[in-house]
């Protein structure tokens, strides 16, 4: 039987005060204190080390531990509102095939067949993070190609997007689909001209790759739950949580959340291994059972929490699935997809609104976000609720009137600079001139919806300030500038999107998100002050340590 996790009592240790070169406060002031009190994992006092002190004194017999961060400056931990941390791991084990490794197919195909050497028999081939405008040829892969990795197991080439990728033949095989086998609702496996099969596959056409017995979430989102064995999967969510804490990260949204995610938070929650706070938006194929269960808010503890439902509207604009009826510019042939018929999808909205439950969808284009928005509004209307805090995760390219409907509505867009900063130029050459406009902050700023940043580890690495960077000079990383500065937003803007507005997005703002008496002594410590280091360099402030609940859990 599995033990109930955090039930032992925290051991009694002498409260401690965090001092520093400088603190950022983050709340609603703009404080910058001297020092602040940690008293078991929260904070008791923030203000001088003299006012430290007395609040120490007032409430415990023991002498306080004076921690002198040195040079060190101070914020809170950021908070990553939208993220895959078992996926993360999981593509640590996978073979990287991203633009530092590879720049040509045949460099991918030398990287995954030496990969092949190395593994077990039958064992899987599994590469990630290609981005085929990345490629000298300006296409995917094919399984032709993916067959001189191997003949005789799977291949599997992951897009840097996360919604699908290329696999060899084999795979094909062995799942039972061929020219004839019809696209799922959601999803697609691509074909020439002759009508072959080609390799590619997008979206709800994941589920295959699961098998028999894996996870299967239909036409809910791109299926990457491929299963491992779950001491594997274990060791793959404690490797993506260091990773996190290396990036300054405490706290993180899990944006979709299977049977496969839930194992594993236990698991590492009942050996007393997870550390970070979790947050779990369970994908929208659970919704009625979770309704079923009367989970009609967030419920949990402080490490690990239910907070709502992930739904997917369209596909993603780095893999071209986001949903562009009239074609691609880079491609008039691709359309992309909807993930549900409107109605059907403002249904489920308005039965998820109808019992308390945030909604947390994936919408890309234009028209995917016009469905979610009219979903929104629609449910609101028939249940007003002015803090709902329904979120649109990435929000790449609403248009002005729309966001001027999501601040009326109180939506909450969680955007991801690392994105634009990736691969902005391809989102220009996919959809033309608009594409400039991916990842708006500035234009939500200025209208009044909340700036809310994150990563989507792992199509970005957890490192927050690259995504700050990138959110205040909207210069990707071949030098391109995304459309133009008023896109941008400030450097405290930007600390807030990853700090207390994501907090917000999470409904953890009264314990999260800011250094203010009463809630979680959560922090990182940064080697350099973002707001005096100049924008295109905040990539390089390194994070020396990393703070949970007043006890350090990383260092550089």
């Given at each position: 039987m599995r033990k109930l996790a955090f039930t032992k009592a925290s051991e009694i240790s002498a409260p401690k005060i965090i001092v520093a070169k400088k603190i950022y406060a983050l709340d609603t002031e703009g404080t910058t204190p001297e020092a602040f009190l940690v008293i078991d994992d929260r904070i008791h006092q923030v203000g001088t080390v003299a006012e430290c002190e007395a609040a120490a004194a007032a409430v415990s017999a023991l002498?306080?531990?004076?921690?002198?961060?040195?040079?060190?400056?101070?914020?809170?931990?950021?908070?990553?509102?939208?993220?895959?941390?078992?996926?993360?791991?999981?593509?640590?084990?996978?073979?990287?095939?991203?633009?530092?490794?590879a720049s040509s197919i045949p460099e991918i195909v030398a990287l995954l067949s030496e990969a092949a050497k190395k593994l077990p028999a039958g064992r899987p081939v599994r590469g990630y993070g290609y981005e085929q405008r990345n490629l000298a040829e300006q296409r995917h892969p094919n399984r032709f190609e993916l067959d001189q990795v191997a003949t005789d197991r799977e291949v599997y080439l992951m897009n840097a997007s996360g919604h699908g990728g290329v696999v060899n033949s084999y795979t094909f095989e062995l799942h039972g689909v061929d020219r004839d086998t019809p696209n799922p609702k959601g999803g697609e496996f691509f074909r020439d001209a002759d009508g072959e099969l080609t390799g590619e596959l997008s979206d709800a056409a994941c589920n295959v790759l699961t098998g028999l017995e894996g996870v299967k979430i239909g036409h809910h989102g791109p299926n990457f739950h491929l299963a491992d064995e779950p001491e594997e999967h274990k060791r793959q969510l404690a490797a993506a949580q260091e990773d996190f804490f290396k990036g300054g990260v405490t706290t993180i949204g899990d944006a979709q959340v299977s049977r496969r995610?839930?194992?594993?938070?236990?698991?590492?929650?009942?050996?007393?291994?997870?550390?970070?706070?979790?947050?779990?938006?369970?994908?929208?194929?659970?919704?009625?059972?979770?309704?079923?269960?009367?989970?009609?808010?967030?419920?949990?503890?402080?490490?690990?929490?239910?907070?709502?439902?992930?739904?997917?509207?369209?596909?993603?604009?780095?893999?071209?699935?986001?949903?562009?009826?009239d074609g691609y510019v880079g491609d008039p042939c691709r359309t992309g997809q909807l993930y549900h018929d409107p109605r059907d999808y403002t249904m489920l909205i308005k039965k998820a609104h109808a019992v308390g439950l945030q909604t947390a969808t994936h919408s890309q284009s234009p028209v995917a976000l016009e469905m979610v928005i009219n979903a929104i509004e629609e449910a609101l209307a028939e249940n007003p609720d002015a803090d709902a805090r329904h979120r649109i995760e990435h929000c790449g390219l609403p248009t002005p009137e729309q966001i001027k409907r999501m601040a009326q509505a109180?939506?909450?867009?969680?955007?991801?600079?690392?994105?634009?900063?990736?691969?902005?130029?391809?989102?220009?050459?996919?959809?033309?001139?608009?594409?400039?406009?991916?990842?708006?902050?500035?234009?939500?700023?200025?209208?009044?919806?909340?700036?809310?940043?994150?990563?989507?580890?792992?199509?970005?690495?957890?490192?927050?300030?690259?995504?700050?960077?990138?959110?205040?000079?909207?210069?990707?990383?071949?030098?391109?500038?995304?459309?133009?500065?008023?896109?941008?937003?400030?450097?405290?803007?930007?600390?807030?999107?990853?700090?207390?507005?994501?907090?917000?997005?999470?409904?953890?703002?009264?314990?999260?998100?800011?250094?203010?008496?009463?809630?979680?002594?959560?922090?990182?410590?940064?080697?350099?002050?973002?707001?005096?280091?100049?924008?295109?360099?905040?990539?390089?402030?390194?994070?020396d340590s990393t703070w949970v609940g007043g006890n350090k859990v990383y260092t550089r």
């Open positions: 002498t306080p531990e004076i921690v002198d961060l040195g040079e060190g400056v101070v914020v809170p931990g950021f908070i990553d509102a939208h993220a895959h941390p078992l996926m993360h791991g999981q593509m640590m084990s996978w073979v990287d095939c991203g633009p530092e490794q995610e839930f194992d594993m938070y236990l698991r590492l929650a009942e050996s007393g291994d997870l550390k970070m706070r979790v947050s779990m938006y369970l994908l929208s194929h659970l919704l009625d059972e979770a309704i079923e269960m009367g989970l009609h808010g967030q419920f949990g503890n402080e490490y690990l929490s239910f907070a709502g439902i992930k739904f997917y509207s369209d596909g993603t604009l780095g893999g071209w699935t986001a949903y562009f009826p109180g939506i909450m867009p969680v955007n991801q600079p690392q994105h634009h900063f990736n691969w902005g130029e391809g989102v220009e050459h996919a959809v033309g001139t608009p594409g400039e406009r991916f990842n708006p902050l500035g234009e939500f700023e200025r209208a009044g919806v909340p700036v809310t940043i994150s990563s989507d580890a792992p199509v970005a690495e957890p490192r927050p300030l690259e995504a700050l960077q990138a959110a205040t000079s909207r210069i990707t990383r071949r030098g391109h500038q995304l459309g133009s500065d008023d896109l941008a937003v400030s450097v405290d803007t930007a600390l807030r999107g990853h700090t207390i507005s994501a907090a917000r997005a999470l409904g953890r703002e009264d314990e999260l998100g800011s250094l203010e008496v009463g809630k979680r002594a959560d922090f990182a410590v940064l080697g350099a002050d973002p707001y005096s280091t100049p924008v295109t360099e905040l990539a390089a402030v390194q994070v």
